[in-house]
């Protein structure tokens, strides 16, 4: 089964720029969604196909991916933006399901 | 208001049954996919069921096959899961979510959550 791998914390003084990074194999040739959930809270998609941005997502956030790579990048982070993040994938390979990596908690100091 | 709202959780014994409900509105609910992705205390986001518009295509996760039931009624704007033989490892808040239009560009909205916990 497809594997995503996320590490477990990021730490961003505020102003900064956060990158969290999202591996799987070949993982370039598949659409990358992320979450943003914050504690006792839903989650909520702040990224889609990549790099596209949801409305009312602020362009602070955007999002890459290449070869075995996804990468969300906060820009000017804010107090606000601490929260747990979620890289997702359909897999269709072989059989077809949705994989979660195991997120990323972003701390701002 | 688009709004998904879940319920129908609780506590239940190893080897008993659940069923969950999502209920719609704010939008035309038979033109989207829906699904159920629940999460652990304390532990990260587990997809379990996928089913599309009509419900002619449905998936699941291995940990859920043959004991979970993924359901729609879309002339009452609802989602459901019927949840059978559960086991501890089942214990989580169970969230419907919607795909957005085109389906598998991500899960734009998200119900609140309600909560299964499985214990004797």
Same mark, same amino acid.
């Given at each position: 089964s497809?594997?995503?791998t996320?590490?477990?914390s990021v730490?961003?003084?505020?102003?900064?720029?956060?990158? +969290?990074t999202?591996?799987?194999n070949? +993982?370039?040739?598949?659409?990358?969604?992320?979450? @943003? @959930?914050?504690? $006792?809270?839903? /989650?909520? *998609?702040?990224?889609?196909?990549?790099?596209?941005?949801?409305? $009312? =997502?602020?362009?602070?956030?955007?999002?890459?991916?290449?070869?075995?790579?996804?990468? *969300?990048? +906060?820009?000017?982070?804010?107090?606000?933006?601490?929260?747990?993040?979620?890289?997702?994938?359909?897999d269709?390979?072989?059989?077809? #399901?949705?994989v979660f990596?195991?997120?990323?908690? *972003?701390?701002? !100091? | 208001?688009? %709004? !998904?709202?879940?319920?129908g959780? $609780? !506590?239940? %014994?190893?080897?008993g049954?659940? #069923?969950?409900?999502?209920?719609?509105?704010?939008?035309?609910?038979? &033109?989207? &996919?829906?699904?159920?992705?629940?999460?652990?205390?304390?532990?990260?986001?587990?997809?379990v &069921?996928? +089913?599309?518009s009509?419900s002619?295509?449905i998936?699941?996760?291995?940990?859920?096959?043959?004991?979970f039931? =993924?359901?729609?009624?879309?002339?009452?704007n609802?989602?459901?899961l019927?949840?059978? &033989? !559960?086991?501890?490892?089942?214990?989580?808040?169970?969230?419907?979510?919607r795909? %957005?239009? /085109?389906p598998?560009?991500?899960?734009?909205?998200?119900?609140?959550?309600?909560?299964?916990?499985?214990?004797?």
């Open positions: 497809y594997v995503l996320q590490p477990p730490s961003v003084a505020p102003g900064q720029t956060a990158r +969290i999202c591996g799987g070949n +993982i370039g040739s598949k659409s990358v969604h992320w979450y @943003q @959930q914050k504690p $006792g809270q839903a /989650p909520v *998609l702040v990224v889609y196909d990549d790099s596209d941005r949801p409305s $009312g =997502i602020p362009e602070r956030f955007s999002g890459s991916n290449s070869g075995n790579t996804a990468t *969300l990048t +906060i820009s000017r982070v804010e107090a606000g933006d601490e929260a747990d993040y979620y890289c997702q994938v359909w269709s390979s072989s059989d077809h #399901r949705v990596g195991g997120g990323t908690k *972003l701390t701002v !100091l | 208001e688009v %709004q !998904l709202v879940e319920s959780g $609780g !506590l239940v %014994q190893p080897g049954s659940l #069923r969950l409900s999502c209920a719609a509105s704010g939008f035309t609910f038979s &033109s989207y &996919s829906m699904n159920w992705v629940r999460q652990a205390p304390g532990k990260g986001l587990e997809w &069921s996928y +089913i599309s009509s002619s295509t998936y699941y996760a291995d940990s859920v096959k043959g004991r039931t =993924i359901s729609r009624d879309n002339a009452k609802s989602l459901y019927q949840m059978n &033989s !559960l086991r501890d490892e089942d214990t989580a808040v169970y969230y419907c979510a795909d %957005q239009y /085109p598998r560009k991500g899960m734009d909205v998200w119900g609140q959550g309600t909560t299964v916990t499985v214990s004797s």
